[in-house]
């Protein structure tokens, strides 16, 4: 849900990194930070479990520069590939205006790919966001390694709507930006042709119960992260430009966030929002902790069972 800040003139638009485990989600968001070239990023925010598995989701918002005459600040998430972890997926998930799914290229991976899509879609649901209209972009992800799946047949089985596709290897880089730029541009599309992504009919997010496993199989779980520290090496690929080709839009006289603008300038729409706003984040804070204490006593039964 893009939100506006009439007071400092700035557009906020979510996007969200999404697939299975181990598919590279972490490592877009860490080429894109690491980028040189990117200015004006807040800090990331990682958080992990002590035995250093991805727990929850790396956060990372960052200027676009102005459309419109509003700046356009980009805030990037990624989701826990994990089974387990399907409740925290739901909440990362609500008011995203974007969606890159990220597919393993891997042939050996397709049944984990199909159903971390299906997994997608439903909780995009749960959020009351259509699959249908939001901005997704698919990147294939691990095109350097062996035994891939080519586009054609990639794009058969994960994309039969055309949505643009990305080849890409990210942990060399390539094709990291491109997807970035690709979905920024999808989510600026969205906005500019007054796209609503609302599911009226859906009812709103309950809270979620973190006993509760998703309904995809052990597959997509994928391996547990053996670290998620950056090494702070200079990528292989040369750095580009994250915003080159979708920081210069052309003004026009139509305000693409005009019926927005309208909405969030209302006061009393503004404090029902905000509070709406605390109440989630509150709630997600209160359900990372609980996930955190879960994973914690997890791991103490390892340990005792161990010694």
């Known amino acids: 849900m893009v939100l506006i800040n009439k007071a400092i003139n700035e557009v906020t638009v979510k996007l969200v990194y999404y697939g299975p485990g181990l598919c590279g989600k972490t490592t877009n968001l860490e080429k894109i ?16 479990t002590e035995t250093d598995r991805t727990l929850f989701f790396d956060f990372m918002p960052m200027e676009l520069g102005t459309i419109a005459g509003q700046k356009v600040r980009v805030q990037l998430y990624t989701v826990p590939g994990q089974v387990f972890y399907d409740a925290t997926r739901k909440l990362v998930l609500r008011g995203a205006d974007g969606v890159v799914f990220v597919a393993d290229s891997q042939a050996s991976m397709r049944e984990s790919n199909l159903d ?10 749960i959020n009351r966001i259509d699959p249908d209209k939001v901005a997704l972009v698919f990147q294939y992800n691990k095109r350097d390694l062996p035994n891939v799946d080519t586009v ?24 990291v930006t491109a997807t970035l730029r690709a979905a920024v541009a999808k989510i600026l599309d969205n906005l500019k042709s007054h796209v609503d992504t609302t599911l009226y009919d859906e009812p709103e997010l309950a809270a979620p119960d973190m006993k509760a496993k998703s309904g995809v199989t052990s597959s997509s779980a994928g391996t547990p992260k053996l670290s998620m520290k950056t090494t702070g090496a200079a990528p292989e690929q040369p750095e580009e430009d994250p915003f080159g080709a979708v920081a210069v839009i052309e003004e026009t006289s139509e305000n693409p966030f ?13 404090r029902g929002e905000l509070e709406a706003l605390l109440a989630s984040a509150t709630g997600l804070v209160r359900t990372l902790e609980s996930a955190l204490e879960a994973a914690r006593r997890h791991e103490a039964e390892i340990r005792a069972r161990l010694s």
């Open 33 to 48: 930070y690491g980028n040189p070239k990117l200015e004006n990023k807040g800090k990331m925010i990682s958080m992990s």
């Open 116 to 125: 971390s899509l299906e997994n997608l879609k439903t909780n995009l649901r």
């Open 152 to 175: 054609e047949d990639m794009n058969a089985y994960l994309n039969p709507g055309n949505a643009p596709a990305v080849e890409a290897s990210a942990i060399t880089g390539a094709g």
């Open 258 to 270: 005009e019926i927005a603008a309208a909405e969030i300038h209302d006061p009393d729409a503004e």
